[in-house]
């Protein structure tokens, strides 16, 4: 028996539960299990529970501690258990543990730098104000479709080597590999799982396969014509002095594309819902250029892209006096820990002077911190600096519409009227 504080509001809490994450974010249930079970152990119908983890020292000790807990064991981006033949087929770095973690990672390492990240500052720049003017010349927009989904897209392809033609694609199937949960990106399949057939391509999608295959066509150009670009460098790439193979190259661009694209679109979309829901906060930074940088690292622990990710014990530990058997599987909530009362005073406040960057959005250090923090930074940076230069108000029209995810936390659409300066 898991020793455990309950009561019938923690026995009712479901964090499975799409539908809970459809229409609001659920703080309120967060805040409960913050204060009464912040290592609390979760019922999982058809498995054997996990631990779900809420408090930033607890998720943050975590993520730092490869060896006790460990994404490779039983992956990183579900919680429900997969047999090892499926989990060793879908598996990409991001679910590797060290070293192995290192050295697929220092292929790319190098061109996520903030060195490297930098010089793409005025190239952006143009990118983001070019959408701008537009969308304000528009008036009335869905941001996530004008603004939050252009923009880093365009900017990963410019960083991978995209050819343009090609991006209302990969967004609609990297949706698709990501939020397949929802019913309006994925139909019917929302709600009945994966299918046998899919089990083992990337991510379980039976739209992998089509993704793949772009991603494919792609290497093998640039093994004909190498380019100065991060695709090159993956398709040339080798570990231990052997090439990588189609599945290696499969999981790492089917990576790439979802976890470049889906978590910085996010944190824009859900960063100008914050700014047109506390209108006197955007006045302050219209007011103040110098607070640009704060709002940045503010709004991305307000705007939490990512709910959770797992781990595997792979010893015994003990979390605040209660007893992690090995092999228990260990969720932790990265937004729920952005919002820990403990770490930040009064954390359900927008305060764009805040300045939290120890945030974890990104994870914070460990050997698993996202390798696009430093160019998603950027992006959601100069972003609020051409928005402050060039919107006066923002104004929601209609009510955001969430996705339908639990891992997720993102906007399908966002209504709102941008008011020229």
């Known amino acids: 028996m898991h020793a455990q504080v309950t009561d019938a509001a923690l026995e009712a809490v479901d964090l499975l539960d799409c539908d809970l994450f459809a229409d609001h974010e659920p703080w309120e249930v967060f805040d409960l299990l913050q204060r009464r079970s912040p290592v609390h152990f979760h019922p999982e119908p058809g498995g054997r529970g996990f631990w779900a983890l809420t408090r930033y020292d607890d998720v943050l000790s975590v993520v730092r501690n490869a060896k ?26 991001l679910e590797f543990d060290p ?105 379980g999608s039976p739209w992998a396969e089509e993704l793949c295959a772009i991603g494919r066509a792609y290497y093998a150009d640039r093994r004909a014509c190498p380019r100065d670009d991060v695709l090159t460098r993956i398709a040339s790439a080798e570990v231990d002095g052997q090439p990588l193979s189609e599945r290696e190259l499969d999981n790492m661009f089917a990576l790439m594309i979802v976890a470049g694209n889906e978590t910085t679109r996010q944190a824009i979309a859900l960063g100008t819902l914050a700014l047109a829901q506390h209108p006197a906060e955007y006045v302050r930074l219209r007011n103040d250029p110098g607070l640009v940088r704060s709002a940045t690292e503010e709004l991305l622990r307000y705007s939490s892209p990512v709910w959770y990710f797992r781990r595997t014990a792979m010893v015994a530990a003990e979390i605040r006096g209660i007893q992690i058997a090995a092999g228990d599987k260990v969720v932790v909530w990265f937004a729920a820990a952005n919002r820990d009362f403990d770490h930040y005073p009064d ?75």
Do not use: M
Not at 73 to 79: D, E, K, R, Y
Not at 169 to 196: C, H, Q, S, W, Y
Not at 349 to 360: E, F, G, K, S, Y
């Open 99 to 203: 070293p192995k973690h290192g050295v697929y990672r220092r292929l790319i390492s190098t061109s996520f730098t903030p060195g490297a990240v930098g010089r793409y500052e005025e190239w952006l720049r143009g990118l983001v104000s070019h959408r701008l003017e537009h969308a304000v010349a528009k008036g009335e927009i869905d941001l996530v479709a004008e603004l939050a989904a252009p923009i880093p897209i365009r900017v990963l392809a410019h960083v991978l080597g995209l050819p343009e033609q090609d991006l209302p694609k990969l967004i609609d199937l990297g949706n698709k590999l990501l939020v397949d949960t929802d019913p309006t990106i994925v139909g019917e399949l929302a709600f009945t799982g994966e299918r046998e057939e899919d089990r083992y391509k990337p991510f």
């Open 347 to 421: 954390p359900h406040r927008l305060d764009l002077a805040r300045n939290p960057t120890d945030n974890l959005t990104f994870g914070r250090g460990g050997p698993h911190h996202c390798l696009g923090a430093h160019l998603a930074r950027l992006e959601v940076r100069v972003y609020l600096e051409e928005l402050r230069a060039r919107v006066a108000r923002i104004e929601l029209t209609d009510e955001p519409v969430r996705l339908r995810s639990n891992f997720t936390n993102g906007l399908k659409c966002l209504p709102v009227r941008l008011v020229a300066s």
């Open 68 to 93: 006790t807990f460990s994404s490779e064991a039983g992956g990183a981006a579900t919680i429900a258990d997969l047999p090892e033949d499926v989990l060793a087929a879908r598996r990409n770095f």
